[in-house]
């Protein structure tokens, strides 16, 4: 369980705290979207959550954050990073920019943990198999387009196979494809008992794939509750959060006066 306790943070020089007594829960197996508006506090949320912020990126942060009912505040870098993973939207923060394929990209986290070597082949197969990227394996991360990127810097995050993963916009980079072949994999780790946290402008794949939605307005915790409902929330729309693709049909065609069971029928087309 990952769970931040009355968490207050301001970047070091800012005016004002970008989060704001913000206390939420993320349980085992739980994928949790969040969403808002920009500069909401969805990246920072992230950043404290996965215990960079303030002890890499500088600040000052009043609460708790929790990693399995434990403070996180006394543990090294090196014990957050081996059971909280983070995801940026640009994979240029998370390459290592010392590997010459893909396969040493992935491998490159085992690695640095001193696995045995047959645990790192094993984790590293096993990543490039979730996201599809098999095909990646001996090319050149430097020489791949921004997408494919992406999927090896995910790759390369679930190589280390944390309990908690913490993704900031994950597929801002990837096409429809790419999108669908990352939202698979996070649904078959919360399958396994990873706690996933997710931060998108998409909602249409907090959607599909989130049972808990988390809105957050000027730093503060505005709606929490069962996906479905919180992204149906006609608040959302003020707050310059587009609802899902099925939402908005649904609201469109209420509007042109279609029948009730008209608009039964496309409900369940669209959830097939």
């Known amino acids: 369980m990952l769970s931040l306790e009355k968490v207050t943070y301001r970047y070091a020089g ?12 993320f349980g085992d197996g739980e994928v949790v979207g969040i969403a808002g ?7 920072t949320l992230c950043l404290v959550a996965s215990g960079l912020a303030p002890r890499t990126v ?11 009912g434990t403070d996180a505040g006394p543990l090294a870098i090196h014990q957050l990073t081996g059971r909280v993973g983070i995801a940026f939207a640009s994979p240029a923060t998370q390459l290592s920019g010392v590997a010459g394929t893909v396969y040493e990209e992935v491998a490159f986290g085992p690695m640095n943990l001193g696995l045995p070597r047959s645990e790192i082949i094993e984790r590293t197969g096993e990543a490039l198999a979730t996201l599809r990227i098999e095909p ?3 090319r ?62 998409k909602t249409d794949l907090l959607a599909a794939i989130c049972q808990r939605a988390v809105v957050l307005d000027v730093g503060r915790v505005i709606l929490d509750g069962p996906a479905a409902t919180v992204l149906a929330d006609p608040s959302l729309v003020e707050r310059s959060v ?12 209420l509007a042109a006066g279609i029948p009730d069971a008209t608009r039964a029928r496309l409900r369940e087309a669209l959830s097939s």
């Open 14 to 25: 800012a005016p004002r705290p970008s989060l704001h007594e913000v206390s939420v829960v």
């Open 37 to 43: 508006r920009s500069e909401a506090g969805k990246t």
């Open 58 to 68: 500088g600040g000052e942060m009043s609460g708790r954050l929790l990693l399995d």
């Open 136 to 138: 990646l394996a001996a």
């Open 140 to 201: 050149d991360p430097a020489r791949l387009s921004g997408g494919q990127q992406q999927l090896v810097a995910i790759a390369g995050l679930l190589a280390l196979r944390p309990a908690h993963l913490v993704l900031d916009e994950p597929t801002a980079q990837l096409d429809p494809a790419g999108t669908r072949m990352v939202g698979d994999a996070l649904a078959q780790l919360a399958a396994d008992g990873v706690s996933i946290v997710i931060a998108e402008q």
């Open 242 to 253: 587009a609802p899902p693709a099925p939402v908005r049909l649904e609201r469109a065609a």
